[in-house]
């Protein structure tokens, strides 16, 4: 995994797991860091801290009030998806892939890696993702599975993004 933290440019920072340094090469790691960068860049950074705070707290408010009735589980799982929805819409996800092709000058590189980490991430079970839908939009790769996945639809799938980043590649090499 890889993510921002912060709530501008002078006061964000990049964290990338060990993980996700061991399944990628090097141009690959340099393509997902220029992605979060891109997210810095466009103030993406706070917009998505603010959903994340505010699902953990809604979450929490709404079931609460929700455990008189026994729907607890479900007003949290219902209250943490949408709120994970609006703090990160595709339209920044494109636009962050756009701007790391870009910055890496290499739009193929970033796409080698979201078909890696799509290959790893559905591998693997993540209980903490699974638990709590609000984190997903942390991740690079949606980290929910099965039916989860797509009602939460934190990312835009994985073959879009990589179809775009194809074709910026394309042309990219055409204006050279």
């Given amino acids: 995994n890889a993510f921002v933290a912060g709530r501008d440019t002078n006061h964000a920072s990049i964290a990338v797991t060990d993980g996700l340094l061991k399944t990628l090469s090097r141009p690959e790691v340099s393509a997902v860091v220029a992605h979060e960068l891109a997210h810095v860049k466009r103030g993406d950074a706070l917009a998505m801290g603010v959903c994340s705070a505010l ?65 790893h991430t559905m591998s693997l079970l993540n209980p903490l993702a ?18 989860r996945r797509k009602a939460s639809a934190s990312h835009p799938p994985t073959e879009r993004r990589v179809a775009r980043l194809h074709r910026q590649a394309a042309e990219m090499e055409g204006a050279e």
Avoid: W
């Fill in 55 to 119: 699902a953990a707290l809604m979450t929490t408010v709404f079931g609460l009030l929700a455990y008189p009735i026994g729907q607890r589980k479900r007003v949290s799982k219902i209250v943490a998806g949408l709120i994970a929805r609006i703090g990160q819409s595709h339209k920044r996800e494109y636009a962050a892939d756009k701007h790391a092709g870009e910055i890496c000058g290499s739009p193929v590189n970033l796409a080698n890696a979201l078909l890696k980490l799509e290959r």
């Fill in 130 to 147: 699974e638990r709590s839908r609000a984190t997903a939009h942390m991740f690079v790769i949606d980290p929910l599975h099965g039916p």
